[in-house]
């Protein structure tokens, strides 16, 4: 065996450690925090059992992949028109499970150091479990994180169909999938290249979101953020106080990290860009809705954050290397 196949070896092993837990986790967190019930009330809310989809918040009612996933599990394991607690609490922790095992898997394959990478990955993960009485976990927001990193380590890869196939899809559980487009620009091929694979999927992701929001709202809608409450600065005055549980945390400092990590590459830029993006999207998507940050949107990055941060590491280590002497 190869010492290459010996360290994905150490590292599928990690992965294995790592989703057991989190299934552990995810079991315990099934029903909710004690100040809501949302973790559930989402979960099963197309199935055929409890079907309230049509009461969910319309920001929610396009995000059709995780949801239609979550309600077809829900159905196959109900007995007799109900769902058993014990029952659902076993779904939603291998829903969640089965998606952070794609995510570490599709870094082992296509990442440059998996055994850096996904131990804090999870343990940036980790970091949206607190406060630990107010935790929601949505059908959307591992099945996010994976098409955001599975197009960005295609990027990285040059596979440029492949990753535009994965964006699009990725659009069906959550728009914000959609900023990963912004890296064709980060590329080598011709501008006139990079702009018809932009261009591609642009229009595919525009035409997929219309055609979603009339099916699941009535009406062809392009945004569906929750702009229906007080408009607020609310979330930069939490910026400014002062206690643990901190957005200066958010996906273990990684994302904090990585806005302030150089720019040297082209893949550095592409990154910074993506990740520029998505922060000013969320950021005027919480003033409109008049909201604060919440831990789990960010989870988008986490991958890509730590990628980035670890490429980084490796560059200063690199130039600080003492060349060997050459014997005489």
């Keep these: 065996m190869t010492n290459s196949a010996k360290i994905k070896c150490v590292v599928a092993f990690l992965a294995i450690s790592f989703c057991a837990t989190w299934a552990i986790f995810t079991h315990a967190a099934a029903h909710g925090n004690s100040h809501n019930s949302l973790t559930l009330y989402i979960f099963v809310a197309d199935s055929h059992i409890h079907g309230h989809y049509d ?21 196959a394991f109900a007995t007799n028109g109900d769902l058993d607690i014990p029952v659902y609490e076993n779904i939603f922790a291998f829903y969640n499970t089965a998606w952070l095992a794609l995510i570490f898997v599709s870094i082992l394959l296509l990442a440059d150091n998996a055994l850096f990478v996904i131990p804090l990955v999870y343990a940036g993960l980790m970091y949206t479990l607190t406060p630990p009485d107010n935790i929601i976990i949505t ?27 994965t964006i699009v899809i990725g659009t069906a559980f959550k728009e914000t999938v959609a900023v990963t487009a912004f890296l064709f620009f980060f590329t080598t091929l011709s501008w006139r290249t990079r702009g018809k694979l932009f261009g591609a999927t642009f229009v595919a992701c525009v035409l997929l979101k219309l055609w979603i929001t009339y099916a699941v709202l009535g009406h062809a809608r392009l945004f569906t953020a929750d702009a229906q409450g007080n408009m607020s600065l609310q979330v930069f005055k939490d910026l400014l106080d002062p206690h643990i549980n901190h957005f200066f945390w958010v996906n273990g400092g990684t994302f904090i990290l990585a806005l302030f990590l150089p720019m040297k590459t082209l893949e550095d830029r592409g990154t910074k860009c993506i990740l520029l993006f998505f922060l000013l999207g969320m950021t005027a998507a919480c003033i409109l809705a008049g909201t604060p940050y919440e831990f789990r949107q960010f989870l988008d990055v986490l991958p890509i954050s730590v990628i980035y941060l670890e490429r980084t590491i490796r560059g200063w280590q690199s130039n600080n290397a003492v060349p060997q002497a050459q014997p005489a």
């Design 55 to 75: 009461k969910l918040a319309e920001v929610w009612k396009p995000r059709i992949g995780g949801n239609w996933i979550a309600a077809r599990l829900c159905d």
């Design 139 to 165: 059908p959307w927001d591992l099945p996010s994180m994976f098409f955001w990193t599975l197009a960005y380590l295609f990027w990285q890869r040059k596979y440029y169909l492949p990753m535009l196939a």
